[in-house]
């Protein structure tokens, strides 16, 4: 420690200690990695919807397997590794103090790299939950937990060290993102595991959709948004050389932000079986998300007032302020989509998709983008190895995002105006499903050029860092001095209030921070799972029969959840081809629930005796021999694979324990109906020529897709392939 005295003012003494610099290195090397990977298993999925080819028939590669994969890469190994790269980086030097803990960064970095191992060898093998974002099984789960938490410890503890009195806008989004994810993962994770690598969702049907689609959407607002806010607020007024614009419009942006956003998620299930006033409340509390997401917009742009020279000839600023644009862009159309009338035209289809791209290529890829051509100069003192490639880099990848997202907005039109088209005599226009599916597939080639451009961006990117990092030497630790907190805390006439009661104290912002995120979710779930006219029952409706849970847990696995829907509404087009439309009682024993949110292929949920078992099994063999020109992929496996029944008793008593109601002492007998079951559904398969054994997951599959709806009477809609 030294001693510094300033004209005027008494002594301060100054701590020296060491930011951590190869912990920001670990986490940057992480995101270009698994970035690459999420980005060539996208383009490949983009491209087997237009070339069926491409999903090799193996099992392991089919599109329903890796677009999972593909989802969780993305988000969760490069959009999570580049925000922690930024956190590691910004907060000890806001906070005026090396990390709390450097055991905990470690555990940090390594845990979560061995968790996105773990999910980039379960998904392809089939071992899912079936719940889109959430797909990784209860073990997994658990060690994202105890590591999120770790790391949470260890950013709330370094807030409590600083060498600063008040705490600045950027770590208030980074502590907000931790105890949110933490609520929403521990929430929307609760399961019931039958082994090590299988387990059933806690919640069922309608309950269980709410609880995903309020974690789901709220994955949006507290992984990919609330992070990467907290970096702009450091990392774009740090390129720039300014200070944000407005402190108080700092403020209201965080708090209305985290507050607003949480009670958004039910309008993703907009005319679906869910509560009316669950519906309402998710669209109003969408549209209220306009403003504070505009202030952050606002805030971000307006601080590059005067700088626009600038912005022309940095390419780190560039990128900033194609990111900022992408994300107002997003957060504009994203309340847009939550009124009903636009929801009835948007769901279901690619508009959806090219939404979500344009929030995560241009928000999140372009802020990473732009943070790893600040930043690797910076841990290296070296120049950035060629401004040209980075310009490059800029122009390709832009090009990439409107070459994707345009197609998929005229994509989503297309569908949407093709399922809703009637004929003078009043009848569907387009009954055959597969008639809008091969109008898509131009596109479908489009996006999948947008995305090889963006790769081709990004790889040169990699080339960029890795060519500066080559020529420079890494900066391991940077001293740096600061008054001990002790000898400049004292309260400043006319401080402002936020300052005083927020800034000052890290634990009691952290709790303030729960409460504001914990508000919305306690009052939109409680209520859906504790008034039972929430979701009312349907006497006809019964439980699954042994061997159509195991098939159902096939379909599962298989992720067919990702192409076709379980959830027809009530909108004249969808019950003439569908039928009629779906009741909440009718999925109270649906383990986790399966309404999907794109339709790719036709919904299923009334596909139950609408086509003989042969045609299932055709189907699954070869889609195209039962409908020329399908982009289904062919699942032979099926047809190969033994069932396994052994544990099928164990699921039984997994489902008894979570309500429903099969007789006590029915797991040591499911076997011997699942075995008739399946007899019989063979003698008929033998009937058409189709000579199989009982025992493969074919006809485990069939047993359950034969009963999709059939629990209530009611017309059905013309047949669909």
């Avoid at 070339?51 to 099992?59: A, C, I, K, Y």
């Avoid at 279901?348 to 802020?367: E, I, K, P």
């Avoid at 060629?386 to 998929?408: C, D, E, R, V």
């Amino acid at each position: 420690m030294t001693n510094l005295v300033n004209p005027g003012t008494a002594s301060v003494d100054l701590d020296e200690f060491q930011y951590d610099n190869k912990i920001v290195r670990n986490f940057a090397i992480a995101t270009v990695v698994f970035g690459l990977i999420g980005m060539l298993v996208g383009t490949l999925i983009a491209f087997q919807l237009a070339f069926p080819f491409l999903n090799f028939e193996l099992s392991y590669t089919t599109f329903g397997r890796l677009r999972p994969l593909h989802t969780n890469a993305v988000i969760f190994a490069f959009v999570g590794n580049g925000f922690f790269a930024g956190l590691y980086y910004s907060a000890p030097r806001v906070l005026k103090t090396p990390m709390w803990s450097r055991a905990l960064s470690q555990f940090h970095f390594w845990g979560w790299q061995l968790i996105i191992l773990a999910a980039a060898i379960t998904i392809p093998l089939g071992l899912t939950t079936g719940k889109e974002y959430a797909e990784l099984e209860w073990p997994i789960d658990l060690a994202i937990a105890v590591v999120w938490v770790a790391a949470m410890i260890n950013l709330v503890m370094t807030m409590i060290k600083r060498r600063v009195e008040h705490i600045y806008a950027a770590v208030w989004f980074y502590v907000a993102s931790f105890v949110a994810v933490a609520m929403l993962h521990v929430v929307n994770s609760a399961a019931l595991p039958i082994s090590f690598f299988k387990s059933y969702s806690w919640y069922a049907g309608v309950q269980d959709a709410l609880v995903q689609w309020w974690y789901g959407h709220n994955a949006v607002a507290f992984f990919l948004t609330t992070p990467y806010l907290g970096l702009m607020y450091y990392f774009l007024p740090k390129a720039a050389n300014r200070p944000i614009y407005s402190y108080r419009l700092s403020i209201v942006h965080f708090w209305a932000l985290i507050f607003l956003y949480i009670w958004a998620g039910p309008h993703h299930l907009l005319y679906n079986a869910l509560p009316d006033w669950a519906q309402t409340l998710g669209t109003v509390f969408s549209i209220m998300l306009i403003a504070p997401s505009w202030g952050g917009m606002i805030n971000g742009l307006f601080t590059l007032r005067g700088a626009w020279d600038k912005v022309r000839e940095d390419v780190v600023l560039k990128f900033m302020v194609v990111a900022i644009t992408a994300y107002g862009m997003a957060t504009f159309e994203g309340p847009m989509l939550s009124l009903k009338n636009v929801n009835a035209i948007s769901h279901f289809t690619d508009w959806t998709v090219a939404h979500v791209h344009v929030g995560a290529l241009g928000w999140n890829g372009f802020l990473t983008f732009g943070i790893l051509y600040w930043l690797i100069p910076r841990l290296y003192n070296r120049p950035l190895h060629s401004q040209k490639l980075a310009n490059f880099h800029f122009w390709i990848g832009t090009l990439g995002i409107l070459f994707y997202a345009i197609p998929m907005y005229w994509a989503g039109w297309t569908q949407s105006s093709m399922w809703k088209e009637f004929t003078e005599e009043g009848l569907l226009k387009y009954p055959n499903f597969l008639e809008t599916v091969t109008q898509l597939v131009p596109l479908y080639v489009l996006r999948g050029i947008g995305g090889v451009l963006y790769l081709v961006g990004f790889c040169t990117m990699i080339y960029n860092l890795l060519a500066t990092a080559a020529n420079g030497k890494l900066v391991a630790t940077e001293t740096a001095k600061a008054p001990a907190l002790a000898s400049i805390w004292h309260a400043n006439k006319g401080e402002h209030w936020h300052r005083k009661i927020f800034e000052r104290k890290p634990v009691f912002l952290t709790i303030m921070a729960l409460v504001a995120v914990a508000v919305g979710g306690i009052i939109e779930l409680v209520p859906t799972f504790l008034v039972d006219s929430n979701v009312p029952t349907i006497a006809s409706v019964k439980p699954y029969t042994p061997l159509e849970l195991q098939g159902r847990d096939i379909y599962v696995r298989e992720g067919c959840y990702v192409c076709h829907s379980q959830m027809i509404r009530p909108f004249r087009d969808e019950i003439e081809r569908y039928g009629e439309y779906s009741k909440a009682g009718e999925f109270v024993y649906d383990h986790p629930f399966q309404w999907g949110s794109k339709r790719t292929g036709p919904d299923l949920h009334r596909i139950g005796g609408k086509y003989p078992d042969s045609w299932h099994f055709n189907h699954m063999e070869d889609p195209t021999s039962m409908s020329p020109g399908s982009i289904m992929p062919p699942y032979p496996w099926l047809l190969e694979d033994e069932l396994d029944t052994t544990n099928t008793a164990a699921k039984i008593r997994a489902m008894q324990t979570m309500g429903v109601p099969y007789e006590e002492g029915y797991d040591q007998i499911a076997n011997q109906d699942l075995n008739q079951q399946a007899e019989k559904i063979t003698a008929s398969l033998k009937q058409n020529g189709i000579k199989t054994k009982s025992n493969k997951e074919i006809v485990a599959l069939i047993a359950y897709l034969q009963r999709m709806g059939t629990d209530i009477k009611a017309e059905q809609g013309v047949a669909q392939k």
